[in-house]
């Protein structure tokens, strides 16, 4: 039985309109600057679960992002003429190449001659155990865990426009707060707490949701209803 529901994602930026500018194009979406008019806004696609809110943030990118996009392409100079870089090309039984975004964030391009609907293939979370994690998220979300080479799966989450969430196990460890998360909807706080979620900001004046931390502490956000 599911805890939570996937709600959106959200990207944290330095120029939060040049980035989200980048991955509307690359992915397919439309960049709108807050109602606001301050420096931040959301990417929106066609349904409310395809938003991908872009927050500025003071601190750069400093190491390997432990939460990345992998997207699909028809070609990899489409990619760099928005100002994406190649750092890592495809070789060997990989079949995708890693690039960077405009602010140094990887993400991974899959090669596909057709465009499928959704550019946005999937999410990849490097962890200290994979399977302890993918199984984690697979109690939150109510879904099965598939065990693949290396590396482990969710699939079909309910609410989440992207095919697949893969977990895979890193020598490095979490060092600085992410900069690529998820929030999830659930009516009460305390069962995720209970499941081994860590409360690290509760709702207040100045936030309509509760900022919580996975077992290996990465972090998200839970709306309650």
């Known amino acids: 039985m ?68 992998d997207v699909y392409t028809r070609d990899l ?23 960077g975004d405009p602010e140094g964030g990887e993400f991974c391009a899959f090669l596909r001659s057709e465009m499928p609907p959704e550019r946005l293939h999937g999410l990849g979370v490097d962890c200290a155990d994979a399977e302890a994690q993918a199984t984690w998220w697979s109690q939150v979300y109510g879904v099965p865990v598939t065990a693949n080479d290396g590396y482990f799966t969710l699939e079909d989450v309910p609410g989440m426009p992207i095919r697949s969430m893969d977990f895979a196990t890193v020598p490095e460890p979490k060092k600085v707060k992410n900069r690529i998360h998820w929030d999830v909807t659930l009516p009460d706080l305390a069962p995720l707490v209970e499941a081994g979620a860590t409360v690290l900001r509760e709702r207040d004046h100045e936030i309509r949701w509760h900022v919580l931390a996975d077992p290996e502490g990465n972090e998200f956000c839970a709306f309650t209803r």
């Open 77 to 99: 100079a489409d990619l760099t003429a928005l100002g994406a870089t190649v750092l890592e090309p495809q070789h060997g039984d990989r079949t995708w190449t890693i690039m």
């Open 2 to 69: 599911a805890i939570a529901r996937f709600k959106d994602l959200c990207l944290d930026a330095g120029d939060p309109a040049g980035l989200g500018g980048f991955y509307a194009a690359v992915l397919g979406l439309t960049w709108e600057a807050d109602e606001y008019g301050e420096a931040e806004g959301v990417l929106r696609g066609p349904t409310p679960e395809h938003a991908i809110w872009v927050n500025q943030v003071p601190e750069p990118r400093t190491v390997k992002q432990r939460v990345h996009f």
